[in-house]
């Protein structure tokens, strides 16, 4: 017991100098096994020194395998860790290596061992910045039904463009399908424009013109839904919101209007008329 323990506190402690130093080295370990299936994917670095790479990609995943299994006999709650964020992410690292003995492409699914970087944050005493990942996050789910709602107008764009292209082009354009001419104005609206379809009449060049100009404007609007949120989110504390003009706190999450001042304390939101 006393040997699991102390397993325990280097394992899953950062705060003693062995707990550590044992997170250090395990963060450079995993950096060199990433590197190395990355240059594993350079052809000329492959014909040459392969066999040296797969060797290291096999020994740090058997390095990962018993720092697997340590984890789990020192753990005081097992299944609590295996079932964890980082207990899956810990052996999903560890599976994909020993499958390089068979085949080669899930080797590269190595490179999930970069999530367990994450432990970063135990070293250095991030997690105090996780506070304002929980603010950002707070944001984006109070959105998320304008996002929906914003997200569904889009695609209903895109499907009548695409049929209109398909219908205004056709086959011998390149626009063969509805599908095809639908991933065309996927990509005109974001403004990525590959080239590799374009429109050859005057009406389809006039429509994608329209789908161009429309796509600067459709960008800013989730940033705007998102910017809202955040300022909302900005004025509201562990008890509720905060008027911006009294300073009343409000523990009401659809309260829209201050219920000491009437300072409308939600911008952008409207009461539903039933």
Known sequence: MEIKKKLYIIIFESDTKAGKAFDVVLLWAILISIAAVMLESVESIEKTAGSYLRA?????????LIEYILRIYSSEKRFGYIFSFFGIIDFLSVIPGFFSLTAARPRFL?????????????????GRYMKEGVFLLKALKASRYKITIFLGAVCTILIIVGTLMYLIEGAENGYTSIPRSIYWAVVTLTTVGYGDIAPRTITGQTLASFIMILGYAIIAVPTGIITAELSVSRDTDNKGIKCRKCSYITDDEEAIYCKKCGFKIRPGFKKMVK
């Open 56 to 64: 290291v990609e096999l020994m740090f995943s058997a390095v990962f």
């Open 110 to 126: 190595i490179v999930v061992r970069s999530l367990r970087m994450l432990r970063v944050f135990r070293i250095f005493k991030l």
